[in-house]
């Protein structure tokens, strides 16, 4: 059973506009999470993080929201751009654990 | 600085051979693991390792095997290739308890 779930397997987004990914989880032990964005025939790349003591982190144009008593968690992107379209995977790890989490992905598309 | 490096890139079996997919990283990290990617399913971890001569079991290990001889390497060995192991492989290696950095991947088709 999948403990992290990202519900929406694409979006397109007009370039220049705000994309918006959401990530649901079931563990409630989870207190670390990952968004990695990723390019066909290449390996996930690591976008921005978030602990479960922040309920934001921001890293320029991304920023990653933590809804804890929701268990969601939504990665921003302002503005969409042309090398913005990839697949993003939400991912979790409990306290001083490893090991990782992942979600389905999401593919972005930005439209010119 | 080449990060994490999986050999070979593409890779085509019958079923029931055997192979190796390799994994070296040049980072020092003590942790590394590998995973699968199918469509529909994300990522999934296959095994991991907490350093030289420590592995474990992963979500999906049943038909893979690991061992880790070195910091460096982490190879995955499939002792007799089925269809349903058709997929796209990742290594990974972590320095803590923070983000992993992958590999580019190793996509392995068995007919």
């Known amino acids: 059973d999948q403990q992290v779930k990202q519900n929406s397997p694409s979006l397109s987004v007009q370039e220049g506009r705000i994309s918006i990914l959401n990530c649901d989880y079931t563990?409630?032990?989870?207190?670390?999470f990952l968004w990695y964005k990723k390019y066909p025939a290449e390996g996930p790349t690591f976008l921005i993080s978030?602990?479960?003591?922040?309920d934001k982190n921001e890293d320029g144009r991304f920023t990653v929201f933590l809804n804890k008593s929701a268990k969601h968690l939504s990665l921003h992107i302002v503005p969409s751009q042309p090398g913005d379209s990839a697949v993003y995977f939400c991912?979790?790890?409990?306290?001083?654990?490893?090991?990782?989490?992942f979600g389905a992905g999401t593919t972005v598309t930005v439209r010119a | 600085n080449a990060g994490v490096t999986q050999t070979p890139k593409f890779q085509v079996l019958k079923t029931g051979q055997s192979m190796t997919l390799q994994c070296a990283q040049d980072?020092?990290?003590?942790?590394m693991s590998w995973y699968r990617q199918d469509p529909g399913m994300g990522l999934r971890l296959i095994h991991y390792?907490?350093?030289?001569?420590?592995?474990d079991q992963g979500e999906v290990p049943n038909g893979y095997n690991v061992s880790r001889s070195t910091t460096e390497d982490f190879p995955l060995r499939l002792l007799s290739a089925a269809p349903s192991q058709t997929s796209v492989y990742f290594c990974?290696?972590?320095?803590?308890?923070?983000?992993?950095?992958f590999g580019q991947g190793t996509r392995l088709t068995v007919v």
């Open positions: 563990n409630s032990m989870f207190d670390y």
């Open positions: 991912a979790a790890s409990e306290t001083n654990d490893y090991k990782l989490s």
């Open positions: 980072m020092n990290h003590e942790y």
């Open positions: 990974a290696a972590q320095g803590g308890y923070t983000e992993a950095f």
């Open positions: 978030i602990s479960s003591i922040k």
């Open positions: 390792s907490v350093g030289a001569g420590i592995t």
